[in-house]
């Protein structure tokens, strides 16, 4: 069965550096999103994208928060100037806007000391 | 008053026993109603979806919405030590699988062998 991956699985970072979190979605879906999870808080929707662009984003996707499709299979998060609230598990998620549901991917678990 | 609320829990139970996971929600803009299932440290995973009020069955699995009360409900029945898990509700407001998802905050479950 197809499935969305997404690596790294685990980083570590320092406050102010800059991550890629990078997710390869499932191969014929044309919507991409971002969401997030704090340890013991709900799942966060961050962004949206589609058509190389994006549809949506939270009031949590500041300008410290970029998305890019470099190719055809890969879809990145970059976190310009990480800060210690924005350790989190970062989920991505596809769909291909036809079938009743977003496949999400098994998330990377960002730490920021 | 939050979007969508979910008790915590954890809710322990017996292998074999009927579960009850409910959310309340606030807006009655919500369409589409889903129920996730994530296990530690993985993405979640769709359960189940509906649009409209009513129940819906898939094996042991009931969903039940009722959009005049907004309030949604999962059950489980004849439950198993792999439901294990850590359930979410969440709903999005268009009829669709790419809008943007908002989840509840996730009730634990443990079923005791």
């Known amino acids: 069965e197809p499935e969305v991956t997404q690596t790294p699985s685990h980083q570590v970072t320092q406050m102010g550096q800059e991550v890629i979190l990078r997710c390869v979605p499932i191969?014929?879906?044309?919507?991409f999103y971002w969401y997030r999870q704090i340890l013991g808080q709900k799942v966060e929707f961050l962004v949206s994208?589609?058509?190389?662009?994006?549809?949506?984003k939270s009031e949590i996707f500041d300008d410290q928060f970029s998305v890019e499709r470099p190719d055809g299979s890969n879809f990145t998060l970059k976190i310009r100037s990480t800060k210690l609230e924005d350790s989190a598990m970062y989920f991505c998620?596809?769909?291909?806007?036809?079938?009743?549901?977003?496949?999400f991917g098994p998330g990377t678990r960002l730490l920021v000391l | 008053q939050k979007e969508v609320e979910q008790d915590p829990g954890p809710l322990s139970v017996p292998e074999g026993a009927i579960v009850s996971l409910n959310c309340t929600y606030s807006?009655?803009?919500?369409?589409?109603f889903m129920w996730y299932r994530q296990y530690s440290r993985k993405g979640p995973e769709l359960l189940m979806y509906?649009?409209?009020?009513g129940n819906k069955e898939d094996g042991r699995f009931t969903a039940q919405v009722d959009k005049s009360s907004k309030y949604i409900s999962l059950f489980i029945r004849d439950s198993q030590p792999s439901d294990s898990a850590t359930y979410l509700c969440?709903?999005?407001?268009?009829?669709?699988?790419?809008?943007?998802?908002?989840f509840g905050p996730g009730t634990s479950l443990s079923v005791i062998p």
């Open positions: 998620a596809s769909a291909n806007g036809t079938q009743e549901t977003q496949y």
């Open positions: 191969s014929n879906h044309l919507y």
């Open positions: 994208f589609y058509n190389n662009e994006i549809s949506e």
């Open positions: 807006n009655s803009a919500f369409q589409y």
């Open positions: 509906t649009y409209s009020s």
């Open positions: 969440a709903m999005s407001y268009m009829k669709t699988s790419y809008d943007k998802v908002i």
